[in-house]
């Protein structure tokens, strides 16, 4: 029996899995839906799909650098007790192995091509862990960076950090510690951009606007306004950008400051050139426990 595109897309709309996935189950079944939907439930493609819908907000951040490469990646769970499991973060590893190793361009690419390791792709791979955790797994992003690199994780992956930096210095352990100092800046304070040259016009712009209305507000003339919202901008840069924010470890100095003195202190050189930090589920839906719901799951 033949088949046609649009019986892979009925498939794919009744069982809820992939294109090539449904039109792989109705070339075994002769075109017989009926069979195909089957024959995905017995290869638990079908149960995998099902899982696929629901909430995974829990999970890891995760962060690695091999040579000069370096990756943070974000894999979500709908449990935080599946986020411990040795398995699933053994797959989390996997990933951003295969991310260091052939630079996939996306979310999208990664899934297709071969897990590091293995001759399985890492979305067949991923639906493989779906099955037998229990959970929805889903990849929700990464960065891959090459350079001279710092990592840092917090709170066993709740935030992860990779930052990049212009160098002369890389095989300086003060450099090291100097460079873990500032991820751990960048998970503690959470900066939005590097410098005030990194912050887009419109937004300075817009939070003019926002502070000039407070400022009326509170009773304030105009010209009056004006002059405070200049000492609020100068505040928000402190807030917003890494270089500008107070170093942690010591408030006399920013965190420009301290990279500038420790290049000196060690006779090189020293510039931040980006960063990126994950912290897991942020602008997520979070899944809300119902156990009846989930005791009619588990026995469905």
Known sequence: MTFSAKDVQNLREKTGCGMMDCKKALQSSDGDTEKATQFLREKGLAAAAKKADRIASEGVVFA???????????????????????????????????????????????LTIKAEGLEQTVAEVLQ?????????????????????????????????????????????????????????????LNPQYLDKSDVPAEVIEEEKKVLTAQAVNEGKPLNIAEKMVIGRIVKYYKENCLVEQE???????????????????????????????????EGLEKRENNLAADIAEMVK
């Open 64 to 110: 690695q650098v091999s040579g000069n490469i370096g990756v943070v990646v974000e894999i979500n769970s709908e449990t935080d007790f599946v986020a411990k499991n040795s398995d699933f973060l053994n797959f989390v590893k996997r990933v951003a192995a295969t991310i260091i190793k052939q630079n996939p361009a996306d979310v999208e690419a990664l």
């Open 247 to 281: 170093f942690i470890k010591d408030s006399e100095l920013t965190v420009g400051k301290y990279t500038e003195k420790t290049a000196n202190e060690l006779g090189g050189s020293i510039k931040i050139t980006t960063f990126m930090r994950f912290e897991k589920g």
């Open 128 to 188: 493989s862990k779906v099955l037998t955790i229990g959970e929805n797994i889903k990849i929700r992003r990464f960065t891959r960076l090459e350079g001279d690199l710092c990592t840092y994780i917090h709170g066993g992956g709740r935030i992860g950090v990779l930052v990049k930096f212009d160098t002369d210095l890389a095989s300086n352990q003060a450099f090291n510690d100097y460079a873990k100092d500032v991820a751990m800046q960048i998970a503690a």
